[in-house]
Nanobody, 121 residues
Framework: VQLQASGGGLVQAGGSLRLSCAASGRTFGNYQVGWFRQAPGKERNFVAAINWSGTSTNYADSVKGRFTISGDNAKNTVYLQMNSLKPEDTAVYYC???????????????WGQGTLVTVSS
């Protein structure tokens, strides 16, 4: 599986962005897809995950109620809609895929290249 993350950019606090994670090489079927983020000098942290059927999602407490993860099977793409952005959301955002929804990011098999989100105050 090859993953391509896109959609990052510069936004003011309170604004919105939508990140995309497009898969190629094979479909996401039977995989979990997650979004993670890494701020400068900090460890990579879990943000949200979804199973490919879209029937199960979970979120980090810090983004609940503001971020929504969703998938489009026809486009083999997973999205992360980010609303009410805060400066502390600034990070490089990565999408990843694995056959299980591991809590440890190091166990996820496939990674996109990352897309930078910068939220100005």
């Amino acid at each position: 599986v090859q993953l391509q993350a896109s959609g990052g950019g510069l936004v003011q606090a309170g604004g919105s962005l939508r990140l995309s994670c497009a898969a190629s090489g094979r479909t996401f079927g039977n995989y979990q897809v997650g979004w993670f983020r890494q701020a400068p000098g900090k460890e990579r942290n879990f943000v949200a995950a979804i199973n490919w059927s879209g029937t199960s999602t979970n979120y980090a407490d810090s983004v609940k109620g503001r971020f929504t993860i969703s998938g489009d099977n026809a486009k083999n793409t997973v999205y992360l809609q980010m609303n009410s952005l805060k400066p502390e959301d600034t990070a490089v955002y990565y999408c990843a895929a694995a056959q299980r929804r591991y809590s440890d990011y190091r166990l996820w098999n496939y990674w996109g290249q990352g897309t930078l989100v910068t939220v100005s105050s």
